[in-house]
């Protein structure tokens, strides 16, 4: 069961990066685009959280949990929740015209974002 959630997660990572928030740039003009990103994005990072701690409840209740696993699984949860609780922090830096915070925080959602997709590849061998 475990492993549909690692699944989950790599899906819902992929399509809101590669098709999703590209096509919202594409298509609407900076303040839709800003006004949309803010109310998904949250929604995005908190499934991300669920999805991991729903695959730590399913590694809990399995019956061949490795701890690498449980790792994969955490770290999941652990920086979906990062990435949500620094949403506001970069929110405010964009309305401040804060381009060096902004630049620092959106980075870091960026690379914790890349983490759990590619952790969440490798779980299925580990």
């Known amino acids: 069961m475990d492993l549909y959630f690692s699944g989950m997660i790599i899906g819902i990572i992929l399509l809101q990066t590669a098709i999703v928030a590209p096509t919202l740039f594409k298509n609407l003009d900076i303040k839709d685009f800003g006004k949309v990103i803010r109310a998904l994005w949250p929604k995005f990072f908190i499934l991300l959280s669920a999805l991991g701690f729903c695959t730590l409840l399913a590694l809990f209740l399995g019956d061949n949990p490795t701890h690498a696993r449980y790792a994969i699984a955490g770290l999941t949860t652990l920086f979906g929740l ?27 959602s960026v690379w914790l974002t890349v983490a759990m997709l590619l952790l969440n590849l490798v779980y299925p061998f580990v």
């Open 82 to 108: 990062i990435c949500y609780v620094i949403i506001p922090a970069t929110n405010r830096a964009t309305d401040e015209g804060n381009q060096k915070i902004f630049n620092v925080l959106h980075r870091m």
